[in-house]
């Protein structure tokens, strides 16, 4: 079955469509309104190589032509050069305003193409079409996008909302176990930071974290896309409300740039420490419970995601490492750090005013863990 929720932005508002086969939809909902009837898609070119035939002849079947612009997989993709020759290339192909470009892959095409869609001839419309759990329960949903650079991740970018996500389970089917257990994390983030009955869920459904129960699986997506779509509503610049959802990001970020975005860490699981980090400073300040923080930390390994400094590649680095990207994040303000801070499982808050040396305390405990 089809589960249709909506990101309500008034005249930019947008549907969520998610479900096994969603892709059958697009097509339909598509071959009338595309005019030209034309899209071009910016693919991940692994994921290309395992769905891409059946999307050509989708595409096909319904009268649209494609227009195919691929890009390696992985964080070296969203970078100024990649950036540059995928505008290049689209428009060597003749985009035009009225097109509209299908951003197919992981967060890191859907967040490029975006980024490319907001940038071109000033703005054309796009879809996302998430190949990854991640990028399902996160970075498609909300306009969003953007690139690296040299000073840190997602620097540079624009908000530009999709017109439509298909979320289909069924392209999950090809995703690693590593991959699954990354994108798990950011579904796990979603009880944590707003909904404490789905964290209760989620730790009642262990398969969840795996792809052997579909109705689960479609259940915990379907809620990660709700709690999100509610919050963009409400925030889609991020002014407050939407900066919650960067729960165990601030700590993420920092740990993905140490490592250099060389697949020994991926997104999923830099975020999974950061929550269990986010969850001892709440501790630390007095604001939540040291029950809450193991229990948060026993979800993450069970789910088998790192938490502890000993799950993470041998990699030699310093609280001042840390800090360093820390304060190149989106969120600091006058020099100071934003942090997510748990008040209990299910209640968050954006907290400008962390004491450093509850920080350094927190994050001193973690390294010799």
Request: charged share 25%; net charge negative.
């Amino acid at each position: 079955m089809v589960e249709t929720l909506k990101v309500g932005l008034g005249d930019r508002s947008y549907p969520l469509h998610i479900g096994a086969g969603v892709l059958d939809r697009l097509t339909a909902d598509w071959s009338e309104r595309l005019t030209p009837k034309r899209l071009s898609v910016v693919a991940d070119a692994r994921v290309w190589e395992a769905h891409g035939d059946a999307m050509a002849a989708r595409l096909a079947a319904a009268g649209i032509e494609l227009r195919l612009v691929t890009v390696p997989g992985g964080e070296e993709s969203k970078t100024f050069p990649v950036f540059a020759d995928v505008c290049e290339q689209l428009l060597a192909l003749g985009v035009e305003r009225r097109d509209v470009l299908l951003a197919f892959g992981g967060g890191v095409v859907g967040d490029l193409a975006g980024y490319v869609a907001a940038s071109l001839l000033r703005g054309i419309d796009f879809i996302q079409v998430p190949t990854t759990l991640l990028a399902q329960v996160d970075s498609s949903v909300g306009g969003k996008t953007g690139i690296n650079s040299a000073s840190g991740k997602n620097l540079v970018g624009a908000f530009h909302q999709p017109r439509a996500v298909y979320i289909d389970t069924d392209l999950l089917a090809t995703l690693s176990a590593r991959e699954w257990r990354a994108g798990y994390a950011e579904v796990a983030k979603y009880g944590c930071l707003w909904d404490g009955a789905f964290f209760e869920w989620l730790e009642s459904e262990g398969p969840v974290a795996r792809p052997d129960d579909p109705a689960a699986l479609e259940a915990a997506i379907t809620r990660s896309c709700a709690i999100k779509a509610d919050v963009v509503a409400q925030d889609e610049r991020e002014a407050g409300l939407r900066g919650l959802l960067n729960l165990g990001h601030t700590f993420g970020h920092a740990l993905e740039a140490i490592y250099g975005f060389d697949g020994r860490l991926l997104h999923g699981e830099a975020v999974s420490v950061g929550i269990g980090l986010a969850y001892e400073l709440g501790r630390a300040l007095g604001l939540s419970t040291g029950q809450d923080a193991s229990r948060v930390k026993a979800h993450l390994r069970a789910a088998g995601l790192p938490v502890d400094r000993a799950d993470l590649a041998p990699e030699t680095f310093s609280l001042e490492d840390i800090w360093a990207p820390m304060m190149k994040d989106k969120k600091v303000r006058d020099g100071i750090p934003t942090f997510i801070v748990p008040n209990a499982i299910g209640r968050t808050h954006l907290n400008r005013d962390v004491p450093k040396p509850a920080v350094d305390q927190v994050l001193n405990h973690w390294m010799e863990s």
